[in-house]
């Protein structure tokens, strides 16, 4: 399919991980990507193999807390395609948890800056140029912290929050100008299979209800879609893409109906 040929589309933090995956598949389905990161090296490298695939691609290395780097992402996407059709907001920071009573305000400023502010200063950025071509799309990476709690991740479900908030309210601002903004709600996603620990993984899959981890190609046909024709009349939704982790009410110390007490496909027939 090449549903997206013509568009040009920014996904930051796609580098690696959920990020890379989306912008592979955008890149696959004909669109011309900016593979915006931090890790500018690793950035060149993802553009470097999308062109060698035959797809159009190019990298640059942006901090998204910036917004002079914000602006001039938005700034060189333009200069290259002549617009933005697609914003995906994927950059994102996970890894210092802390307990509340351990932390500080650099913590707390670190995560919002990171997962929140810089969302909001990229669709302020290119919210402008979409309303003036007519509409455009713009996804917003969330997390299942947004409504169910981490511990020692106050600050980081704190700025998930605010990413459900700011996508609901972008789209009620933004819908009369033709622009969707909407929200991917990941699980547990394994971004560095090389970094999983069988152990981890086993713990993993056994929490949630569709037996496995995530990978970040999960997350691509989701953010394609929402991209895509078919989802036209969505706007200020938040698409969970967990293998069922949000909707199971379940302590994890309590198992009172563990799936091995399922019936077999065999006691079935
Ligand atoms: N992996 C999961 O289980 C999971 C679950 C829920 C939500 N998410 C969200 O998905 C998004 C992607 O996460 P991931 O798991 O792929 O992470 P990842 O660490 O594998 O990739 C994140 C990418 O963002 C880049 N990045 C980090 N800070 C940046 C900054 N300031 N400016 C520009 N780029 C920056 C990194 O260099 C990296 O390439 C994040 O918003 C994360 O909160 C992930």
């Known amino acids: 399919m090449q549903r997206f040929q013509g568009k040009s589309v920014i996904v930051t933090g796609s580098a690696h991980g959920i990020g890379e995956a989306i912008a592979r598949r955008f890149a696959a389905e004909g669109a011309g990507v900016l593979i915006a990161d931090l890790d500018e090296a690793a950035a060149v490298l993802t553009a470097a193999e999308i062109v060698a695939a035959g797809g159009s691609a190019n990298a640059m290395r942006v901090d998204v807390k910036s917004s002079d780097d914000i602006n001039a992402m938005v700034a060189a996407t333009v ?44 669709c302020r950025a290119v919210a402008p140029l979409m309303a003036a071509a007519g509409g455009g799309c713009i996804i917003n990476m969330s997390s299942g912290g947004a409504t169910r709690s981490h511990r020692g991740m106050v600050a980081y479900d704190a700025s998930k929050g605010g990413v459900e908030a700011l996508t609901r309210g972008l789209a009620l601002d933004l819908a009369p100008y033709g622009i969707r903004v909407n929200a991917l709600v990941p699980g547990l996603i394994v971004t560095r299979p090389e970094h999983a620990e069988p152990i981890a993984d086993k713990r993993r899959a056994d929490t949630v209800p569709m037996g496995r981890g995530g990978t970040p190609q999960d997350l691509a046909g989701p953010a394609a879609f929402l991209a895509s024709a078919d989802a036209a009349y969505m706007t200020g939704s938040c698409l969970v893409v967990d293998g069922g982790v949000l909707v199971q009410q379940r302590s994890p110390q309590v198992e009172t109906f563990p799936p091995d007490r399922f019936p077999s496909i065999s006691d079935l027939a």
């Not at 948890?97 to 990171?114: C, G, K, V, Y």
């Open 79 to 122: 200069e290259t395609y002549g617009k933005v059709d697609v914003l995906v907001n994927n950059a994102g920071d996970v890894t210092i948890s802390r307990h509340f009573l351990e932390s500080d305000e650099a913590w707390w400023d670190h995560f919002i800056d990171t997962n929140l502010k810089s969302q909001y200063l990229a």
